[in-house]
């Protein structure tokens, strides 16, 4: 295992294009550079690198725990985002297609109005949205 530094660390963080997590002020946190990536599945990833940046390797062990609890990437993605800007699969570049219901409109469609998933998916934006419009103008039984 060809353990990274601080500094391959934050250059994956730089490269994966990782948010830099600012202070209540606006500025950098001071003992740690810290840095955030929100995941299409509503997770954010969190990873921490001890300043100053060096370029002495991790231990083993710590490298190993970098790598599957904050990164959340192999060893062979971490290096092939750090030496050829290649961001690992994360499914960051999938578009939805450009007809595609908004999953808080399918979830609505289903959940409240009782439309069933079958009709829904058959459904354009615009049907989808004529439905949960009726649905929210009818007067509910009390």
Not at 76 to 83: L, S
Not at 91 to 117: C, K, M, N
């Amino acid at each position: 295992m060809n353990a990274g530094s601080r500094v391959d660390h934050n250059q994956f963080c730089v490269d994966d294009r990782w948010d830099l997590v600012r202070d209540a002020r606006g500025r950098e946190v001071k003992h740690h550079v810290t840095w955030e990536l929100p995941l299409l599945d509503g997770r954010i990833l969190r990873s921490r690198i001890s300043r100053p940046l060096k370029k002495e390797r991790y231990g083993p062990n710590l490298w190993k725990s970098i790598l599957r609890d904050q990164l959340e990437v192999t060893e062979d993605e971490f290096w092939v985002c750090v030496k050829d800007g290649v961001r690992p699969n994360r499914g960051h570049d999938v578009e939805a297609p450009p007809d595609a219901l908004p999953a808080q409109l399918v979830y609505q469609l289903i959940h409240q109005a009782g439309v069933a998933e079958r009709e829904v998916a058959d459904m354009t934006l615009q049907q989808a949205m004529d439905a949960m419009t009726t649905y929210w103008s009818t007067p509910k039984d009390q």
